[in-house]
């Protein structure tokens, strides 16, 4: 055999050993290890934290946590909130504006324009965007809440759009082909599908394994339905939740400043 084949030969192993580590990595379970509600809104919202751990043959054990408040889109309404500055934090707006609860919000570009379809009070502040990462939207019709795929149909007369992405779950099971190596803290939103929400969290994982967290802690958090549609949001250092707890807010905070937000308000 020629010299020169045993490069390939090596690079060929090495790749099959790379895709056989991240499909034993992706097929891994997450179980719940705890679960523990933080307080409650006004309206009956819960604010929960849920601990999983993983359990692989390729990895060490690794564990992950997801804090969110869940909440009746009967009883809540959310808006989006636009911080055209950049100058206040998610914590700040929440007070000033007298929120229950928020997250960071989508993406933005490098000069602070946001990035993709942005509508706050009923106004365009952003048109849409065509990009792979921004795969869905976040609506508010009039009372009205949804998570809506790119080429779905957007209603007449909405209040509030927030693009982003991409979608996490859809009909009720991981989407795919989920970016499975940078890993980063993760802002997302879901439904049940049947009136229930949540906004929330996850400590530092990949996307793909982000949607399998969601899944696994879902019966911690809605109790009759799993989770059909979870849409994530922006990430990393972009991350935060602030909740009005008594007697003290529950405050993750992001490392820098956002473009908008997403609060939670009593109907």
Known sequence: MPATR????????????????LQAALSAKWHVIKSRERGSLPGGALLKSVTLREISTV???REAIVTAV??????????????????KKLAQVMREQHFLAGVNGAYFH????????????????HVQETARLLSG???????????????????TGVTG????????????????????????????????????????VISPVT?????RILLAAAPQFFSTHPIKRALNLDGGSSSAL????????????????VRNFLGLKLK
């Open 6 to 21: 045993y490069p390939l030969l090596v690079t060929i192993f090495l790749i099959l050993i790379f895709i056989a580590s």
């Open 110 to 125: 490098p000069d602070g324009k946001p990035l993709g379809l942005m509508i706050s009070q009923g106004k365009i502040v």
């Open 70 to 87: 869940v909440f009746k889109e009967s009883a809540y309404q959310l808006q989006v909130i636009d911080n055209p500055l950049r100058d």
């Open 207 to 211: 996307l793909a394994k982000a949607a």
């Open 161 to 200: 759009v927030l693009q982003a992405g991409p979608f996490l779950i859809d009909h009720q099971a991981p989407v795919a082909g989920l970016e499975a190596t940078r890993i980063a803290r993760r802002t997302f939103v879901a439904t049940d599908g049947h009136g229930l929400w949540m906004i929330g």
């Open 59 to 61: 990895e060490k054990e």
């Open 137 to 155: 939207f976040v609506v508010m019709e009039g009372e009205k809440l949804q998570l809506l795929r790119v080429g779905e149909t957007m209603p």
């Open 242 to 257: 602030w909740v009005d707890l008594a007697p003290e807010p529950f405050s993750q905070s992001e490392m820098g400043t």
